[in-house]
């Protein structure tokens, strides 16, 4: 089943139009069950093409500006029963249990989540690399 949606995913970045996506450019598929885990991976991912992004034409303003705070709501999401921000989370009087799993990866270079570097005793984010190409039909 991985390997026929990797290959699906891969035929539609090869159909996309050349003049929406330009050429060079990066492009990626993220896929979870867990809503705060893709929304945490699609912001380390956001971090790490932010980094060395200054543009000398306008006096070395960013190009990609995220807020320094910008994982807060996640961090919320993940623990709604210890809110960062001291918020208490209850629907229909109980109290709101946690929507996914928030974690940042190791770094931009290994990309590597609890569940890569420890497979059998992690309990976070497992990410899994498919590089263009690499997909075969089931």
């Known amino acids: 089943m991985a390997q026929l949606s990797a290959a699906l995913l891969e035929r539609a970045v090869r159909q996309q139009d050349d003049s929406v996506q330009n050429p060079g450019q990066s492009a990626c598929f993220l896929a979870s069950f867990d809503q705060t885990a893709i929304q945490a991976v699609g912001l380390d991912v956001l971090y790490s093409q932010s980094k060395n992004n200054e543009e000398p034409a306008y006096r070395n303003a960013p190009r990609i500006l995220l807020r320094d705070a910008a994982d807060d709501l996640l961090r919320e999401m ?50 899994v690399y498919i590089p263009l190409g690499s997909a075969r039909e089931a």
């Not at 109290?95 to 059998?120: A, K, M």
């Open 78 to 127: 993940a623990t709604p029963y210890d809110a960062p921000s001291g918020t208490v989370y209850r629907q229909g009087g109980e109290p709101v249990q946690s929507l996914g799993v928030f974690e940042h990866w190791d770094n931009d270079e290994s990309r590597r989540y609890s569940r890569n570097l420890d497979p059998e005793n992690g309990k976070g984010i497992e990410f």
